[in-house]
């Protein structure tokens, strides 16, 4: 199964961000996890089939409520995720 990094940028931090996208990636069978960056960005990396990690890309565009979502970069990742969606 492919595995996708995601950089998310905008009002990201500091509103439940990694913890709802946690629970959304757990309703649609993710594995990976959701980590705060230094610069303000949250990085998600995310293990699942194509039609899957489209529905969370679509997801992360919006976020929570509080969030502000002003790009989303993805590009393929040779890393490898462990089973399970956890934050970091």
């Known amino acids: 199964m492919p595995v996708r990094l995601y950089l998310v940028s905008g009002r990201v931090q500091g509103v439940c961000f990694r913890a709802s996208t946690q629970q959304r990636a757990r309703e649609l069978g993710i ?24 529905q969370l890309e679509s997801w992360l565009w919006r976020g ?14 040779g890393e490898s995720v462990g089973a399970g969606f956890g934050i970091r």
């Open 31 to 54: 594995n990976g996890h959701a980590l705060n960056l230094a610069d303000g960005r949250v990085e998600v990396l995310a293990q699942a089939d194509e039609a899957t990690l489209a």
């Open 64 to 77: 929570p409520p509080q969030a502000r979502v002003d790009s989303v970069v993805a590009e393929d990742s």
